[in-house]
């Protein structure tokens, strides 16, 4: 006896059930085996689906490191610029402390 596995009128497979005896199967057995199939299928779609929703959670989160490295980088070469914009300024009227704050920004 078969039976199909169905997921909104779409067959996604089938569940075979062998008896050594021919005819043995009822009407009962072939309801039971139906509900089996149904469960079955159900489980199958569900498990799909937790793999999809696993998957795009994965991307999200990449998305979302890749953002946030980003503004990371963003925001060093921002500040590079500024002391690089400032340090000459300062080395100009205060070697000393020119010097100073170029160890500060590099250590």
Known sequence: ?????????R??????VAH??????????ANLA???????????????LYEQAQTLA?????QRLAQNLHDAVN???F???LIAEVLPRLWERNPDEGRQSLK????
């Open 1 to 9: 006896m078969w039976a199909p596995l169905a997921v909104k009128g």
């Open 11 to 16: 067959i996604i497979g089938g569940i075979g």
């Open 20 to 29: 050594a005896e021919p005819d043995s199967f009822t009407v009962h057995h």
């Open 34 to 48: 139906l509900i089996v199939a149904n469960q079955a299928a159900i489980t199958l779609v569900n498990a799909q």
């Open 58 to 62: 994965t991307l999200e989160e990449r």
């Open 75 to 77: 925001q060093s070469l």
């Open 79 to 81: 500040s590079a610029s």
């Open 104 to 107: 500060t920004c590099a250590g």
